[in-house]
DNA sequence: GAAGCTAGGTATCAATTACGCTCTTGGTAT
DNA sequence: ATACCAAGAGCGTAATTGATACCTAGCTTC
C-alpha cells in the first residue's frame, strides 16, 4: 500500500483522486439520493434541502463530468432533466456502502476522542 | 441507505463526515504511509515529499484530534516525535483498502469520461 | 562567545477554492 | 401578475493551502 507514495506521483494518486472529488460537501449526499434510483433535479433538491440551486448544479456537473451520473433532458415545457447513477457510479456506491457503515459504527469513538482532545488542549 | 438523508440533519450524516474529514488533500497519503508502521515527522516529510511542514503538522493534528492517529513525544535534544495508527485508525484504513482497489481498477474510466464530456463541451 | 546545526513546531501573509445569496432567462399555466 | 423548472451570472464571504520567517534547546565549530 505504502508503495503508492513512492512509486507514483503524488498528483496521481487514485484513492486521493476519488476521496478529493467525492470529499467535498454534497457529492455523497447526491450519490447517496441517487441509489435510490432515478431522481429529477427538483426531487434531488427536496432530498438534500440544504443544498442551494448553485450547488447542486454544479456538483451533478462534476459527478457527470466523472462519469458518475447521467443526464438526460427533455426538453418539454417545463424543462425536465432526469439524474441517475452509471454503472460506474453505482459501483462506486458498492464500495462506499461497507465504508458507510463503519462510519455508523464508530463515528461516536470519533466525536469522543475530538472532546477529549479538545478538553486536554484546554485545561490540561 | 438513502434513509440517511432524511432521518438525520444534514450535518451529521456520518459517511460524509468522515469523507470530508479524510478528503482534505493530504489525509489520507498520512494515513497510508503510517499503514506501513510508526513513522516520525521528518520520515513522513520524505514519505510525502510535496506536503509543507504546516500542512504536515496541521493534518497530523487533526487525525490526532480524531482519534485516528497517535502522537508520542520524546523531549529529547533533537526532540523525537512519533506517530502511529491508533486501532481506529488501522480499522479505518480496512476500510479504505478496497476503497483504493476500486479506485485503482477504474481512474481509467473516470478519466476517460472527463475527456469524453471536456471535448463534447468544446467542440458539440 | 557568536554563529550555525538539528527536529519539530508557530505565526503571518497571500493566493486560491469552495460555497452561498440573489438576480435573470424563457416559455407555460394558474 | 405570478409561479414553475432547470440553469446561468455576478458578487461576496469563508475555508483551504502555500511561502516564508521565526522559535526552542542543546550541541558543535570557528
Known sequence: MRDILTSTPIESCPVRQI???VGDKWSILILIALSGGPRRFSALRRDIPDISQKMLTQTLRKLERDGLVSREVTPSTPP?????????????????????????????????????????????
Chains 1, 2 share one sequence.
Open 80 to 124: 425536465r432533466v432526469d439524474y441517475d447513477l452509471t454503472a460506474l457510479g453505482a459501483s462506486l456506491m458498492h464500495q462506499i456502502t461497507p465504508l458507510a457503515g463503519w462510519a455508523v459504527r464508530h463515528l461516536d469513538e470519533i466525536t469522543a476522542a475530538r472532546r477529549r482532545f479538545d478538553w486536554s488542549s484546554t485545561s490540561g
Open 19 to 21: 476521496l478529493t472529488d
